[in-house]
């Protein structure tokens, strides 16, 4: 156990593609801790299926979103694969950071936390709420109205909107 000051913090996730609420989370994280790292992984595990955006795609979506924020400094975005605290421990992160949207979220979360802390004892798990605005939002609603040729403008930064027009045009 340790009580050193944790100053820096990872926001992991797949981001295909980051959304609002995924920038609400990394903003509010900014503001908390000192120095940010954006993980981005390579493969989703949550249904185990691939991703629709490539890790390079993914990445470039999100650096372009945190410059049209003007959210540069003490943050940087970085690419992974392989256990999310092997990747805490090889960039000094003290603690994750992630967003709980609804109570659906927690189940999920907290089993996620506690293999976490099982392998790592000393990393922090951190949890923000969601602004309810984007509550509901997610990367697989975004994608399914994107590709339907509808609106995403709500959803996801300008870029990202962009993106997803030329991609499913
Ligand atoms: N705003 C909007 N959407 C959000 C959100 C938020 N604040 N928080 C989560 N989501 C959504 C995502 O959009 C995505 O939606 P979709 O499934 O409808 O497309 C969904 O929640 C899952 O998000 P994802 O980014 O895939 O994260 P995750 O919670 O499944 O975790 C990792 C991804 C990378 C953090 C996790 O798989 C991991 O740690 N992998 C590394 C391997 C490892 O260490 N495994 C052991 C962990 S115990």
Known sequence: MTSELCTHVVVPGTFDPVTLG??????????IFPQVTV????????HGTGTEFTLEERVDML???LQ???LTEGIEVVPFSGLLVEFCKEHGAGGVVKGLRATT????????ADLNTYMAPDLESIFVMSNPKYGYVSSSIVREIA???GDVDFLVPPNVAKRLRAHYA
């Not at 993980?39 to 949550?46: G, L, T, Y």
């Not at 979220?105 to 996620?112: N, S, T």
């Open 22 to 31: 995924h920038m609400d989370v990394i903003h509010r994280a900014r503001k």
């Open 39 to 46: 993980a981005v992984a390579e493969s989703r595990r949550k």
């Open 147 to 149: 590709a339907m040729g």
């Open 63 to 65: 650096r372009g979103a």
């Open 68 to 70: 049209d924020d003007g």
């Open 105 to 112: 979220d927690f189940e999920y979360e907290l089993q996620q």
